[in-house]
């Protein structure tokens, strides 16, 4: 089983997106992907406030191929409680914090006190990474040093300039993840695997913007033992939904 822990589905009228479900599940099955974590291009709440209904809707309209998380703004003063529906009456399953579209750092006290709930709910907490400036993954490391109770997982492995780092705060930080969705970097990957543990490398795409049969070939590519390949592809963030499921 090939288990995607990050995509987008999105068909927003207030901002124009069109990334259809059925746009993603052709792609997944192209790619030989069982199932995936899907999650909006939006911020709840914010300009659309309908995303997290939407999403629920997708997954109960496609059950067994996707999961839904939460895109989520920190900063409106019932955040904490509507994380708490997505996650008990909607069924999502995780929280995902994009910095650059909530333009705050990601350890303002806003954000720790979504990250804390989202840990009392047992859900993760996916970062977007990259090079910019509230995207850095030294800087998601103070949220996770602040929320040792959290999983984080740091998307992208740090991007284009900051792999290194990312791998770097998974190392100092137990608590934290790597997803390598977009990684360009394949030697990476197995560098984060030596240092910090299959266990903790998650396999990733961020389709459709990225292609899912490339992101999976890069992790065929390392020449992996089948337990480690059957951890990243799968076993990893299977762990994560089904801590949700226990809770």
């Known amino acids: 089983m090939i288990i995607d822990s990050h995509t ?6 207030v901002v124009g997106w069109k990334d259809s479900p059925n746009k993603l599940i052709e792609l997944m099955d192209e790619a030989g992907i069982d199932r995936s974590v899907i999650m909006t291009y939006v911020d709840v709440p914010g300009l659309d406030m309908e995303g997290l209904k939407y999403i629920a809707g997708v997954v109960r309209r496609h059950p067994g191929r996707l999961v839904g998380y939460a895109r989520m703004h920190p900063y409106g003063k019932n955040a904490v409680s509507l994380l708490r529906e997505a996650v008990v009456d909607l069924n999502l399953k995780g929280l995902k914090f994009h910095p650059e579209t909530i333009a705050k750092p990601p350890y303002s006290d806003q954000s720790i006190a979504l990250i804390k709930e989202a840990a009392r709910l047992k859900v993760p907490v996916l970062f977007h990474t990259g090079d910019e400036a509230m995207s850095l993954p030294l800087k998601i490391g103070f949220a996770a040093e602040a929320c040792p109770e959290a999983t984080i997982i740091l998307a992208h492995m740090g991007g284009y300039s900051h792999t290194n780092d990312a791998v770097a705060v998974a190392e100092r930080y137990d608590n934290v993840l790597l997803d390598t969705s977009a990684t360009p970097y394949p030697g990476k ?5 030596e240092r910090v543990g299959p266990e903790r490398v998650l396999f990733a795409s961020d389709g459709p913007g990225c292609n899912p ?4 070939a890069k992790i065929k590519a390392l020449n992996l033992s089948p337990k480690e390949e059957e951890k990243i592809l799968c076993e990893n963030i299977l762990t994560l939904l089904e801590r949700v499921n226990s809770k």
């Open 189 to 193: 990957i197995r560098e984060a695997i």
């Open 8 to 13: 987008h589905v999105d068909e927003s009228k």
């Open 213 to 216: 049969a490339l992101e999976v």
